[in-house]
T-cell receptor, first 110, second 117 residues
Framework: AQRVTQPEKLLSVFKGAPVELKCNYS??????LFWYVQYSRQRLQLLLR??SRESIKGFTADLNKGETSFHLKKPFAQEEDSAMYYC????????????FGTGTRLLVSP | DTGVSQDPRHKITKRGQNVTFRCDPI?????LYWYRQTLGQGPEFLTY????????KSRLLSDRFSAERPKGSFSTLEIQRTEQGDSAMYLC???????????????FGPGTRLTVL
């Protein structure tokens, strides 16, 4: 079975502080991992995916298969980063569904 | 707006009534997904269409739930004999369905919030 765990419901930091949103997964195969973000009053949107190895809005995430983690990091948080962040997994065996974690609300204070 | 659209945005109904939601995917997207999201949880997969064919169904989709995509364009999700536990946000997403599956980003709609009294 596939499972995604986000241990923190809320992460509160000050502007300019580093941010790390944790994500651990459980899957016996080789997964695809994603981070989705939902800003206030907006729809869910893709932030980044592990296979692209890209940095979006200063965020990066590295897939660590040994620790089965895909933590989201940003060195200097901005107020506009305040949002709900969801980690998601897709099995690589042809299934299309995404399995989401419960989400972490990031609050960046001035 | 050329994104995924859903109608209605809000629905309040009484227990036992039937409700139907509509999703219009991004034009030319072959794949369409339904998810359900309850308070404090992430979206949970319900079902997936490739064109008009329903290829995956979650066990969450009880026999009171039915989804269709008759012409491979818009989709409807019907809930019969609604229960209070059906209260949730129902999300629709679509993806191109071509090219490498790894780049098959799912684009989400705004959702339909269902409240069952």
């Amino acid at each position: 079975a596939q499972r995604v765990t986000q241990p923190e419901k809320l992460l509160s930091v000050f502007k300019g502080a580093p941010v790390e949103l944790k994500c651990n997964y459980s899957y016996s195969g080789s997964p695809e991992l994603f981070w989705y973000v939902q800003y206030s009053r907006q729809r869910l949107q893709l932030l980044l995916r592990h296979i692209s190895r890209e940095s979006i809005k200063g965020f990066t995430a590295d897939l660590n298969k040994g620790e089965t983690s895909f933590h989201l990091k940003k060195p200097f948080a901005q107020e506009e980063d305040s949002a709900m962040y969801y980690c998601a997994l897709r099995a690589s065996t042809g299934f299309q569904k995404l399995v989401f974690g419960t989400g972490t609300r990031l609050l960046v204070s001035p | 707006d050329t994104g995924v659209s859903q109608d209605p945005r809000h629905k309040i109904t009484k227990r036992g009534q039937n409700v139907t939601f509509r999703c219009d995917p991004i034009s030319e997207h072959n794949r369409l997904y339904w998810y359900r999201q309850t308070l404090g949880q992430g979206p949970e997969f319900l079902t997936y269409f490739q064109n008009e064919a329903q290829l995956e169904k979650s066990r969450l989709l009880s026999d009171r739930f039915s989804a269709e995509r008759p012409k491979g364009s818009f989709s409807t999700l019907e809930i019969q004999r609604t229960e209070q536990g059906d209260s949730a946000m129902y999300l629709c997403a679509s993806s191109p369905g071509r090219g490498l599956s790894s780049y098959n980003e799912q684009f989400f709609g705004p959702g339909t919030r269902l409240t069952v009294l």
